[in-house]
T-cell receptor, first 112, second 112 residues
Framework: NAGVTQTPKFQVLKTGQSMTLQCAQD?????MSWYRQDPGMGLRLIHY???????DQGEVPNGYNVSRSTTEDFPLRLLSAAPSQTSVYFC???????????FGSGTRLTVV | GESVGLHLPTLSVQEGDNSIINCAYS??????FIWYKQESGKGPQFIID?????DKRQGQRVTVLLNKTVKHLSLQIAATQPGDSAVYFC???????????FGAGTTVTVRA
């Protein structure tokens, strides 16, 4: 049981490039979310999903797209990377109820 | 033990003392409140949760208190150990769509 798996762990992009951060969970969780964490700050919600085929925006969705074609996968796409998107990105999943969400180990993204 | 009445970003605790970390929340419609621990370079890890219809819940060395009147949440750690050094976040889950929102973190440093 791997939990929540994020790839890659590290990535450097040039301004204007696009890329997809991968997130997969093997716990059959309905709910999945993407967060970004900037130095000295908390986690801010980018996008979330309450089930396959259903997504919605969080606090900071601009510049990011998501889709949820399967229960297991919830990729985050950066359309045109900007230095302001330099951050650590966390994916999380939950079955609902107590215990909240299980988090992946994060992707550290640098945009130069 | 060491405690703070209001939320402070840092807390220094003597090993063996009790710690109290405070958090204010904003959403009265939240169904669950959760404390997460984040160690350097890792994703947030679930510590304990409390449902909105409860005012106290105990775990192993940890106790969470919920005061809905003043929208205040606290985490008490008994006999603080060096392994408790981390950033602690409170979070709340909205009941209608299970969206997880984080509060400000508190960095706990345990002095030997």
């Amino acid at each position: 049981n791997a939990g929540v798996t994020q790839t890659p762990k590290f990535q450097v992009l040039k301004t204007g490039q696009s890329m997809t951060l991968q997130c997969a969970q093997d716990m059959n969780h309905e709910y999945m979310s993407w967060y970004r964490q900037d130095p000295g700050m908390g986690l801010r919600l980018i996008h979330y999903s309450v089930g396959a085929g259903i997504t919605d925006q969080g606090e900071v969705p601009n510049g990011y797209n998501v889709s949820r074609s399967t229960t297991e996968d919830f990729p985050l796409r950066l359309l045109s990377a900007a230095p302001s998107q330099t951050s650590v990105y966390f994916c999380a999943s939950s079955s609902g109820g107590g215990r909240g969400y299980t988090f992946g180990s994060g992707t550290r993204l640098t945009v130069v | 033990g060491e405690s703070v009445g209001l939320h402070l970003p840092t807390l220094s605790v003597q090993e063996g003392d009790n710690s109290i970390i405070n958090c204010a929340y904003s959403n009265s419609a939240s169904d669950y409140f959760i404390w997460y621990k984040q160690e350097s370079g890792k994703g947030p890890q679930f510590i304990i949760d409390i449902r909105s219809n409860m005012d106290k819940r105990q775990g192993q060395r940890v106790t969470v208190l919920l005061n809905k009147t003043v929208k205040h949440l606290s985490l008490q750690i008994a006999a603080t150990q060096p392994g408790d050094s981390a950033v602690y976040f409170c979070a709340e889950i909205r009941s209608n769509d299970y969206k997880l929102s984080f509060g400000a973190g508190t960095t706990v440093t345990v002095r030997a």
